[in-house]
């Protein structure tokens, strides 16, 4: 039995939602509050393994509830339903530690999806805590920045369930790592991770790439070939640069993620595949939205769990510890002693503009490290530093 409750004002919202929630599964037992204060009161005398809760309501909104839950049963997941006003909020509160948002008017099958979710993870919650995976050493996240700890918090709770991510970030932010450490930290690690840069295949080869093909589907196919999807099968695939995937893969990639079934290119014999799916983009989806290159369905059954990645240029405290991570690196690569940084060398490549990228800020340090002194120093950045 899984117990949820339901804190949301409109009496109507309430119904309907009562209504899906115990249609779906006899194992929902839903109880209902008309608002914050008496939702608390309830969270505080019983046990619920799932709280729904509405942004906007008179005497205490959806934030300051969440907030409250945060403070007394932090293992309680919270969805927030948000109106049509309040998405901002409604991101925002996944920073602060919600679980994910539904929009009004609920749409069934995103509700269903976010229900199932939520509950496995508070499932997984108890037994993560003991058994906290360990990502590889070449996966080290650095940093101490609060964005840096909030996507860390984020990657803890999500990655030990099925939950579909988007991951989001300007080039070399570091999203490819945040999808390693969702598939290390998942119970899918022992399985396989496989990757698929879709900008990087031409678009009359990705379906085939994704999905396999038969001998004589076309020209060059002369044998069968299982696609990424079947290697991927019991562990992750990760869609990176989905932005850029032509609209018929989308459509069948759409496929793949609603009935968990792919075809090979040129049979019609469907395959059962378990998958779970982590996708990464540096593109402005909702704008190819817009403008009809990217399907808004997609969107939604890939983005349940949505993971901003900052760029450098937000967390500029992490700088000086990224350079003297990369400077260790570098010098054990390069089998020469490690180089130090004087204090005006780092300030002045704190205050770059890197426009995100921690592939160039390596590139910058290991160019330091060959051409400048035994310590760097201001002037050896301004001699050689420069980036672009
Ligand atoms: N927080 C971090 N700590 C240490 N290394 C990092 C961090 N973030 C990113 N890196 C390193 O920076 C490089 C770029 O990261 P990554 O490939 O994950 O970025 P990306 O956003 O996927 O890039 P692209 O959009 O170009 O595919 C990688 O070598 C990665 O290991």
């Not at 508070?122 to 990502?135: C, F, I, P, Q, S």
């Not at 390596?362 to 001699?383: A, F, H, P, Q, S």
């Given at each position: 039995?899984?117990?949820?409750?339901?804190?949301?004002?409109?009496?109507a919202?309430r119904?309907?939602?009562?209504?899906i929630?115990?249609e779906?599964?006899?194992?929902y037992?839903?109880e209902?509050?008309?608002d914050?204060?008496?939702?608390?009161?309830?969270?505080k005398?019983?046990?619920?393994?799932?709280?729904?809760?509405?942004?906007?309501m008179?005497?205490?909104?959806?934030v300051?509830?969440l907030?409250?839950?945060?403070?007394?049963?932090p293992?309680?997941?919270?969805?927030?339903i948000?109106?049509?006003?309040?998405?901002?909020?409604?991101?925002?509160?996944?920073?602060?530690?919600?679980?994910?948002?539904?929009?009004?008017?609920?749409?069934?099958?995103?509700?269903?999806?976010?229900?199932?979710?939520?509950?496995?993870?508070?499932?997984?919650v108890?037994?993560n805590?003991r058994?906290?995976?360990?990502?590889?050493?070449?996966?080290?996240?650095?940093?101490?920045?609060?964005?840096?700890?909030?996507?860390?918090?984020?990657?803890e709770?999500?990655?030990?369930t099925?939950?579909?991510?988007?991951?989001?970030?300007?080039?070399?932010?570091?999203?490819?790592?945040?999808a390693?450490?969702?598939h290390q930290?998942?119970?899918?690690?022992?399985?396989?991770?496989?990757?698929?840069?879709?900008?990087?295949i031409?678009s009359?080869l990705?379906?085939?790439?994704?999905?396999?093909?038969?001998?004589?589907?076309?020209?060059?196919a002369?044998?069968?070939r299982?696609?990424?999807?079947?290697v991927a099968?019991?562990?992750?695939?990760?869609?990176d640069?989905?932005g850029?995937?032509?609209?018929?893969?989308?459509?069948?990639?759409?496929r793949?993620?609603q009935?968990?079934?792919?075809?090979r290119?040129?049979s019609?014999?469907d395959?059962?595949?378990?998958?779970r799916?982590v996708?990464?983009?540096n593109?402005?989806?909702?704008?190819?939205?817009?403008?009809?290159?990217?399907?808004?369905d997609?969107?939604?059954?890939?983005?349940?769990?949505?993971?901003?990645v900052?760029?450098?240029?937000?967390?500029?405290?992490?700088?000086?510890?990224l350079?003297?991570?990369?400077?260790?690196?570098?010098?054990?690569?390069?089998?020469?002693?490690?180089?130090?940084?004087?204090?005006?060398?780092?300030?002045?490549?704190?205050?770059?503009?890197?426009?995100?990228?921690?592939r160039?800020?390596?590139?910058?340090?290991?160019?330091?490290?060959?051409?400048?002194?035994?310590?760097?120093?201001?002037?050896?950045?301004?001699?050689f530093?420069?980036?672009?």
């Amino acid at each position: 039995m899984a117990r949820i409750l339901l804190i949301e004002d409109e009496a109507a919202i309430r119904r309907v939602l009562i209504k899906i929630l115990t249609e779906e599964s006899e194992q929902y037992e839903v109880e209902e509050a008309a608002d914050g204060l008496e939702g608390i009161e309830k969270i505080k005398d019983q046990d619920f393994d799932l709280v729904l809760c509405d942004i906007k309501m008179p005497k205490m909104d959806g934030v300051e509830v969440l907030e409250a839950i945060m403070k007394i049963k932090p293992e309680i997941p919270v969805v927030m339903i948000s109106g049509h006003g309040d998405l901002d909020t409604a991101v925002n509160t996944m920073k602060m530690g919600a679980f994910d948002y539904i929009a009004k008017p609920p749409d069934l099958n995103r509700l269903l999806n976010t229900v199932r979710n939520a509950l496995d993870r508070k499932e997984l919650v108890v037994e993560n805590t003991r058994l906290k995976k360990k990502v590889g050493k070449n996966f080290q996240m650095i940093g101490e920045s609060e964005e840096i700890q909030r996507i860390k918090d984020v990657i803890e709770k999500v990655a030990p369930t099925d939950a579909r991510v988007l991951i989001t970030g300007q080039n070399g932010t570091g999203k490819e790592l945040v999808a390693h450490w969702l598939h290390q930290k998942s119970d899918r690690s022992k399985g396989p991770m496989v990757e698929v840069n879709c900008a990087a295949i031409p678009s009359e080869l990705i379906e085939s790439e994704l999905f396999g093909h038969v001998k004589g589907a076309f020209t060059s196919a002369n044998k069968d070939r299982a696609g990424k999807f079947e290697v991927a099968n019991g562990g992750t695939i990760f869609l990176d640069e989905i932005g850029d995937m032509s609209l018929s893969a989308q459509a069948k990639v759409l496929r793949a993620l609603q009935e968990n079934k792919i075809s090979r290119v040129g049979s019609g014999k469907d395959i059962k595949v378990d998958v779970r799916v982590v996708a990464a983009t540096n593109k402005d989806l909702k704008r190819e939205i817009d403008e009809k290159k990217f399907r808004e369905d997609l969107y939604h059954r890939l983005a349940v769990i949505l993971i901003e990645v900052p760029s450098l240029n937000e967390r500029r405290e992490d700088i000086p510890l990224l350079i003297d991570y990369f400077s260790e690196k570098i010098s054990t690569e390069h089998g020469t002693a490690k180089k130090e940084f004087t204090e005006n060398a780092l300030n002045t490549l704190k205050n770059y503009d890197w426009r995100g990228n921690i592939r160039e800020l390596r590139n910058v340090v290991e160019r330091l490290i060959i051409l400048g002194g035994d310590k760097i120093t201001e002037e050896d950045v301004n001699l050689f530093g420069s980036k672009f």
